[in-house]
Every structure is written in C-alpha cells, then in structure tokens.
C-alpha cells in the first residue's frame, strides 16, 4: 500500500541546490514526488516556496525520507503536536525522549510553535564541584568543539592535575566513561581503592585489567548509583553527628587509614567523662576502642590484611 505526506521546502531553496537534493532524495531512497506548487522568488532577497508530495511503499520508507527531507529546508505541511509524557522517575526519561540539541529548537505543543529555552545547567556533579569551591580537574582534547571555562586542553599539563589531586585520594569512584576512566586509572598507584560504575560489564573488566590491585566493578545504571550513594552519604553524616554530639554512656571509638601511610585516630570516653576528641596522624593504621573493640590495618604491602577481635 502506498502511503504519502506533503513536505514544504522554503528558503532559497532554487540557486542554492536545496530543492535539487530533495528530488534526488527522494529517488535514491526508493520514492517518489509530485510537485504540486512551485513558487519563486523573484529577488535577491525573497524567499521561493513549494509544496512537495512524497510518495513511499510503507510508512517507514515515508518517515526515512521525510527525515532525509527535513536537512534540505524541507518540512512537513501537516505537522503533529508533540507527545508529552510523564517522566517515570526523577533523573528519568522516556524511550522517546527527544533530546534538543545547540541548534535553536521550536516544539509544536498545543497547536503552536514554542520555543525551547536557553537552559543552564542548576544541577549535577560538575556544577556542585564549582558552586561549593570543590577542586575538580576537566581534562580536554582537540576533539572538544566548545570545552567549558577551566578545561585544560594540554593533555601533559591535564594529566600532572589530575596526578596531583588524586595521589592522595581515599577512593576513586569511575562513573561511566571508559576513556576518561582508563586515563586517570593510569595516574593512580596500584594499591589505590578503585570503583568503576558501568551499565556495560566490559567497562568495568577493562578497567580492573589494567593492573589496579584494590579495584572493584559495580555493574549499574550511574543515575541510579549516583541518588542512592548520595542518600547513603548524607544518612551517614547525620548519623555520625548525632553520635558525636552525645555526650550519655556507651563511648565507642573509630580510626581511619589509607593504603600508604596516612592515618587518623579518634577516642570518645564513657558516659562519666562526657566525651573527648583527640585526633593524631600515625604510621600505618592501628584502632582502639573504649568499648572493647580492637582493630589493626596494614595496607603498606596493598594486601590489606586484618586481624579484629572483640573482647
């Protein structure tokens, strides 16, 4: 069954070859066209309309080719209002979604033309970093057609910042990009907590190939991770200073330490002292707690091995 559409090319679409790529569109894609007006301008200045109707054997042949149309100053004379749906979740879209480009974009909704708004980012992990003084490094290449403010285009100079912020990283978290991913891995030491976030398991194995002893691959959508990390992140730090700004019975006590040298060591005395709050950077890592529990840490060899007990 053949089915059919007009389409509208409009513009200076006669010496310029707009109206003789659509023809030949056409033909190659397997159609066929019927002219049924043809306007020209007749100066330099006036603009020559025609109304083109495209013929194909389906409807997906028909919707190719008046796709391929569009890119030669050719619309659709009967244009549909846009389907507007519901997102399905927060930082969700739709199957459909159809993302806008820089180019400027209108969007038929009601029966009108609206224009899509000059938007600028109020959200996401880059605009935090700057918003909150955070350090953050934006490496660039020659790929990049318009690399946001503080991009390091110099690769050399982009991996000594990037060497520079993270030799002293507790953990690096890789969030799905492969190449950015491989380039900072290869600035990190071996012994370095790694955990790459990928929804392709490739990704991750790519990346633990590479040699990094203490690497984990989590296989997940990065805008579910992200969320649930961030909630997790935030009940800790409230839980955490909840129990700090107590000052009843039961002390407990927590250390922290890297797999270099660097380490931390808190104490918090019974319910009879209030509490105390005593911090001191030792070699290696080693954990006492008021409450009877012991703990020690040796990551120096990158083994991490442990010996905990419980009284």
């Known amino acids: 069954m053949t089915v059919s559409r007009s389409v509208e090319p409009e513009g200076h679409i006669v010496g310029s070859g707009p109206m003789e790529r659509a023809f030949s569109t056409v033909i190659e894609m397997g159609g066929a066209s019927d002219v049924e007006t043809f306007r020209v301008g007749t100066h330099k200045d006036e603009e020559s309309y025609a109304e083109m109707v495209v013929s194909a054997d389906s409807a997906g042949q028909l919707r190719a080719i ?10 659709p004379a009967d244009p549909a209002d846009a389907t507007v749906e519901p997102a399905p979740a927060d930082g969700a879209v739709p199957p459909e979604f159809y993302s806008t480009t820089n180019y400027p974009t209108d969007v038929r909704h009601g029966g009108e033309w609206l224009p899509v708004e000059d938007g600028l980012a109020g959200g996401g992990v880059t605009y935090e970093c700057v918003a909150n003084d955070v350090p953050c490094v934006i490496a660039g290449s020659i790929r990049d057609d318009g690399p946001l403010p503080g991009t390091v285009t110099d690769s050399v100079a982009a991996q000594a910042a990037v060497r520079e912020q993270a030799h002293e990283a507790d953990l690096v978290v890789m969030l799905a990009t492969l190449l950015h991913s491989v380039a900072v891995g290869n600035c990190l030491p071996s012994t370095a907590p790694v955990v790459c976030v990928d929804m392709d398991s490739d990704t991750a194995t790519q990346l633990l190939d590479r040699g990094s002893a203490r690497a984990i691959g989590v296989v997940t959508d990065v805008g579910v991770f992200v969320p649930r990390l961030a909630e997790r992140l935030v009940a800790d730090h409230e839980e955490h200073d909840g129990t700090l700004g107590s000052d009843h019975g039961g002390g407990h006590g927590y250390g922290h330490g890297h797999g270099n040298e660097g380490g931390s060591e808190r104490g918090h005395g019974d319910g009879n002292e209030g509490h105390g709050h005593e911090r001191g950077h030792e070699r290696g890592n080693e ?25």
Not at 66 to 75: M, Q, R
Request: glycine share 18%.
């Open 66 to 75: 008046v796709h391929e149309l569009h890119w030669n100053d050719a619309n």
């Open 287 to 311: 954990r006492e707690d008021d409450g009877g529990h012991g703990s020690d840490y040796d990551y120096a060899d990158g083994t991490g091995d442990r010996d905990a007990g419980r009284e």
